[in-house]
Nanobody, 112 residues
């Protein structure tokens, strides 16, 4: 079964950090570009970051550039998102995704 399972979300104060993980199974993880996408309450989907399969080249939305870092461990079939200097506007449900599969999401809440 093709599956992506996110973890690591939670509630954190502004300026804090969280590290999200996404465990992949049922497909050849190392062959696919992987992304993080988020959805804030009452808003549409927002692309956050992508990491390429071929050379691990990364790209980021302007809203998170310099604060978030995407990475992957192909040996562990796991995608990561290190989030630093979190802001209340980062509050959202965070999904990991590839072209054919999305996870169920993990909630990140930034609030004092």
């Amino acid at each position: 079964e093709v599956q992506l399972v996110e973890s690591g979300g939670g509630k954190v104060q502004p300026g804090g950090s969280l590290r999200l993980s996404c465990a992949a199974s049922g497909f050849t993880f190392s062959n696919l570009d992987m992304s993080w996408v988020r959805q804030a309450p009452g808003k549409g989907l927002e692309w956050v970051s992508t990491i390429k399969s071929a050379d691990s080249t990364t790209s980021y939305a302007d809203s998170v550039k310099g604060r978030f870092t995407i990475s992957r461990d192909n040996a562990k079939n796991t995608l990561y998102l290190q989030m630093n200097s979190l802001k209340p506007e980062d509050t959202a449900l965070y999904y990991c995704a590839t072209w054919h599969t999305w996870g169920q999401g993990t909630q990140v809440t930034v609030s004092s």
